[in-house]
C-alpha cells in the first residue's frame, strides 16, 4: 500500500555508466517531481511534472532525463554518470500536500 | 522563489513543547505554508500547511504571523522519536524549494 514507491533503493555503479530510477505513485495525484538530496542534506528540486508535461526544470545537468509514460510514473534516467551525481534521489508527488517516496541512494565510484 | 530562513538546530528535553521558526518575508499571497520531516534514512515526511489561519492536527500545531512573513511549528510535548530534520517550505502552483531545515535533538 505505499503510496510512493521508488526502484532501487541502493544503486552503486561506476562512473560513465547509464542508470535508471523508477518512481510510482497510486494517489492519483497530477504533479510528480524529483528531487536531490547531497551529502550536506540540502533538498534540492530537479524537476516537476504535471499530468505527463514537464513544467519546472532546475538547473540540472543534460545528462539527467526524466520520463514519464502515464501520471502515475515519473522515471529518472542518468547518462554519463559522475562523481558529484552520488546523493539520494526522492521522488514525490502531490495534489495539494506532497508525498516523497523512500529515496534511492546513488553512489558512483 | 520565496525563501524560508530556519535555525541550523534546536534541542529540546523529552516531553517539553518545541517551537520551531521559519522566517519568509518574501512569501507571495498565494504561497501555502507547509512543513516537513525527515527521520533518519527516511523520505521527508507531511507535518502541517496552512495558509492564513493558525491550524492544529494530531501532529503539531502551526501559528503563522498575521503578515505572514513567518511562522511557528509547534510540538507539543516533544518525545525521542521527534529528532528529525525539520523543513519549512513555500508551495505554490507545485513549485516548492527546501531549505537547510532545523536539526531537531530530543534529549531523554
Known amino acids: 500500500d505505499t503510496a510512493v514507491s521508488q526502484t532501487p533503493k541502493y544503486l552503486v555503479t561506476q562512473m560513465g555508466n547509464d542508470k535508471s530510477i523508477k518512481c510510482e505513485q497510486n494517489?492519483?495525484?497530477?504533479?510528480m517531481y524529483w528531487y536531490k538530496q547531497d551529502s550536506k542534506k540540502f533538498l534540492k528540486i530537479m524537476f516537476s511534472y504535471n499530468n505527463k508535461e514537464l513544467i519546472i526544470n532546475e538547473t540540472v545537468p543534460n545528462r539527467f532525463s526524466p520520463k514519464s509514460p502515464d501520471k502515475a510514473h515519473l522515471n529518472l534516467h542518468i547518462n554519463s554518470l559522475e562523481l558529484g551525481d552520488s546523493a539520494v534521489y526522492f521522488c514525490?508527488?502531490?495534489?495539494?500536500?506532497?508525498?516523497f517516496g523512500p529515496g534511492t541512494r546513488l553512489t558512483v565510484l | 522563489d520565496a525563501k524560508t530562513t530556519q535555525p541550523n538546530s534546536m534541542e529540546s528535553n523529552e516531553e517539553e513543547p518545541v517551537h520551531l521558526p521559519c522566517n519568509h518575508s518574501t512569501i507571495s499571497g498565494t504561497d501555502y505554508i507547509h512543513w516537513y520531516r525527515q527521520l533518519p534514512s527516511q523520505g521527508p515526511e507531511y507535518v502541517i500547511h496552512g495558509l492564513t489561519s493558525n491550524v492544529n492536527n494530531r501532529m503539531a500545531s502551526l501559528a503563522i504571523a498575521e503578515d505572514r512573513k513567518s511562522s511557528t511549528l509547534i510540538l507539543h510535548r516533544a518525545t525521542l522519536r521527534d529528532a528529525a530534520v525539520y523543513y519549512c517550505?513555500?508551495?505554490?502552483?507545485?513549485?516548492?524549494?527546501f531549505g537547510d531545515g532545523t536539526t531537531l535533538t530530543v534529549k531523554p
Open positions: 517550505i513555500l508551495l505554490n502552483a507545485g513549485k516548492s524549494t
Open positions: 514525490a508527488s502531490s495534489q495539494d500536500v506532497v508525498y
Open positions: 494517489l492519483g495525484h497530477d504533479t
